[in-house]
């Protein structure tokens, strides 16, 4: 059974820039949620998305958009990107979603490091 | 605002030393606690997750208690391995929530 694919693993933008994430759940979940981690932080939540709806939206500026298709691939764009936004950005799925008591199955990340 | 806590931030053992991190969360409208363990270059995975107060799971020398009235949860690793070394997770669901609350980490390293 495939993991969860995050593509591109790494990238470099400069500020100002727009980016777009992709995330590919395992085969089978519906859910997938957005998480950003920077050095010192805990994982933050981004959003959920749950059969293509948005189904939860964590505390982040409306430069960071998410939208997921109906094959469940789901991805996140962050539009004029700040030095800030830098971090690794991970992406779980999960069968129910994240209100769920079953357990997130994550991405490697992709680190986005803005100059 | 719903915090979740995580001491120690790091801790250094010996290989064979048994060792244990605490989980903190708010006890109030609990709905399920998760552990992860995420490796170096690795994506995070799964431990355990848990919903009933004094609810105490197993996997090989990794288990972990929950106690829902007061808001925490233990994690401990018998006769650590340098293979256990890792960052361990936790995350708080609460019912007035729908996403998982994640605290920063214990770091664990294992030296042989």
């Known amino acids: 059974k495939a993991g969860v694919t995050q593509t591109p693993r790494y990238l470099i933008k400069t500020r100002g820039q727009q980016v777009t994430l992709s995330c590919s759940p395992i085969?089978?979940?519906?859910?997938v949620s957005w998480y950003q981690q920077t050095p010192g932080q805990g994982l933050q939540f981004l959003f959920e998305?749950?059969?293509?709806?948005q189904r939860n939206k964590g505390n982040f500026p409306g430069r960071f958009s998410g939208r997921q298709f109906s094959n469940s691939r789901s991805e996140m764009n962050v539009s004029t990107l700040e030095l800030g936004d830098s971090a690794l950005y991970l992406c779980?799925?999960?069968?129910w979603g994240t209100g769920d008591t079953g357990e997130l199955f994550f991405g490697e990340g992709s680190r986005l490091t803005v100059l | 605002i719903l915090n979740v806590e995580q001491s120690p931030q790091s801790l250094h053992v010996q290989e064979g030393d048994s060792t244990n991190f605490t989980c903190s969360f708010p006890s109030s409208n609990f709905y399920a606690l998760h552990w992860y363990r995420w490796e170096t270059a690795k994506s995070p995975e799964a431990l355990f997750v848990m919903t009933l107060n004094g609810d105490e799971k197993k996997k090989g020398r990794i288990s972990a208690t929950l106690n829902t009235k007061e808001g925490y949860s233990y994690l401990y690793i018998k006769g650590s391995q340098p293979e256990d070394s890792a960052t361990y997770l936790c995350a708080s669901l609460g019912g007035s929530q729908g996403n998982l609350i994640f605290g920063k980490g214990t770091k664990l390293s294992v030296k042989p």
């Open positions: 998305y749950f059969s293509e709806t």
């Open positions: 779980a799925s999960s069968f």
């Open positions: 085969s089978g979940h519906r859910s």
